[in-house]
């Protein structure tokens, strides 16, 4: 089991900055693949950002490209998303998950997840 809490959500003004962080507990986090998600009411999950149980392999959505990047710190069992240029459209639920394989881009790839946090831009 992998126990993952989100913080780090607000409200900020179109072209700002948020950093959401995830913090694991259970399994060693190490060993673990993790990603980042969001969520609008009435639509499907959708991957954003994800990363190696190394940090040394990352991929993202083509939508936040060149403005988002994920990182971890295994010292700190904590993963984050350093969110830059927020437009109104990235206003979402961000979920942090978590997979004891490789992970992947759908959400089916994750077996964990944390409660979520919300991020709202403002035009």
């Known amino acids: 089991q992998v126990q993952l809490v989100e913080s780090g959500g607000g409200l900020v003004q179109a072209g700002g900055s948020l950093k959401l962080s995830c913090a694991a507990s259970?399994?060693?986090?190490?060993?673990?693949?993790m990603g980042w998600f969001r969520q609008v009411p009435g639509k499907e999950r959708e991957f954003v950002a994800g990363i190696s149980w190394s940090g040394g392999s990352t991929h993202y959505a083509d939508s936040v490209k060149g403005r988002f990047t994920i990182s971890r710190d295994n010292a700190k069992n904590t993963v984050y998303l350093q969110m830059n240029s927020l437009k109104p459209e990235d206003t979402a639920a961000y979920y942090c998950?978590?997979?004891?394989?490789?992970?992947?881009?759908?959400?089916?790839?994750?077996?964990?997840w944390g409660q979520g946090t919300q991020v709202t831009v403002s035009s």
């Open positions: 998950a978590a997979d004891v394989g490789f992970g992947g881009t759908h959400f089916g790839d994750f077996e964990f």
């Open positions: 259970g399994r060693t986090f190490s060993s673990v693949a």
